[in-house]
Structures are given as C-alpha cells and as structure tokens.
C-alpha cells in the first residue's frame, strides 16, 4: 500500500526543503512517495533541477513537484492530495526532521488499524531563529490520561478519512 507524503513550502524556504527531500529518501519505508506543492513557478523549477543534480539518496521516481496558486499552506496541500496517489496520506512539514522509521511505524500501526489516526507521541521542535528547543510527548503519568493536543504536521490517515483543516489548527483531545 502507497503512503503519499504531502508538503508544501515557500521560496525562502528552500535549504529546509532541501533536508526535507533528503530526509524522506532516508526512510526504511520505500512504497512511499513526496508530493511537494508550491506556489512560484521558478522556484519549482529550480527545486526540480536540484532534484535531478543531486543523485545521491535521493529517488526521483518518487518524487513530485506539482505548482499551483495558492494562498494558504493548507490550499498547497489539497493540491499536494490531489496529485497524490497513495492510499495512506501523511504530512511531510518542510522543516521536520523524521527519524527513518516514522513512515514505516505509522504504516504498520495503520495497517492494523485502518480507522485510526496515527500521530508522534515525541517531537522536538528547533527554532532556527531563536536557537531555543522544545520538546513534546505525551507521556501518562500515573495511567491518567494525558490532555491532547496535536500538530498535524506528524500525521498519518487513509485516504477516505475527512481532511482536517484548515491544515495547522492543533486538533485538542485525551487519550
């Protein structure tokens, strides 16, 4: 079963996306592919070429580079799911980084679970403006259930699950 892996991104944004694409070609899950919407036909273009100098880890064959006009982050993703072809859909934020199982450990837990929302229970977030790092999990303490509050951009869902928008609202809950 294809995992479709979405992100969007901006110009300026352009070393990260780098890392990103990288990043995805790392994964121990191969059935995947990256469906990177942007907004600039010239950087498309110019994130393309790179794509196709690089070599190295990187598979062009899984790789798509779709360009649209939109506004909103979320707009480039509907447009990302789209073109994407997977039955399992996944968020790929420009400035993640992911650990080489992610996909793999979200895919079996979904394939086990195909009505089920997967999510990471630790991120750590690293802010290059301000050099600060932080760090989330969702530990229990004490078997109560721990208040829930998820960013999309670790996310993974089948195709036939209603979208979750707009895109970077955190969705609160409890487990």
Known sequence: MLVSCLMTTK???FPLV???IVDFSRQTLKDSELVIAVADANYASRLGNWVQAYGGDVDVDRLKIIC???SQPWMGLL???AFSTGEVIASWD???LNAPERLESQYEFQDQHPD???VMERAFYYFMDTEEVFATSFDRPNGKPAELCVQSTFMCLRRHMPP???YHQP???SI
Do not use: H, K, S
Request: glycine content about 4%; hydrophobic content about 40%; overall charge neutral.
């Open 79 to 81: 447009y990302a799911q």
């Open 171 to 173: 969705l609160f809950g």
């Open 18 to 20: 780098q890392r990103a």
């Open 116 to 118: 089920a929302i997967t």
């Open 94 to 96: 420009d400035d993640n």
């Open 11 to 13: 110009p300026e944004r």
């Open 164 to 166: 979750l928008m707009p």
């Open 68 to 70: 649209r006009t939109f």
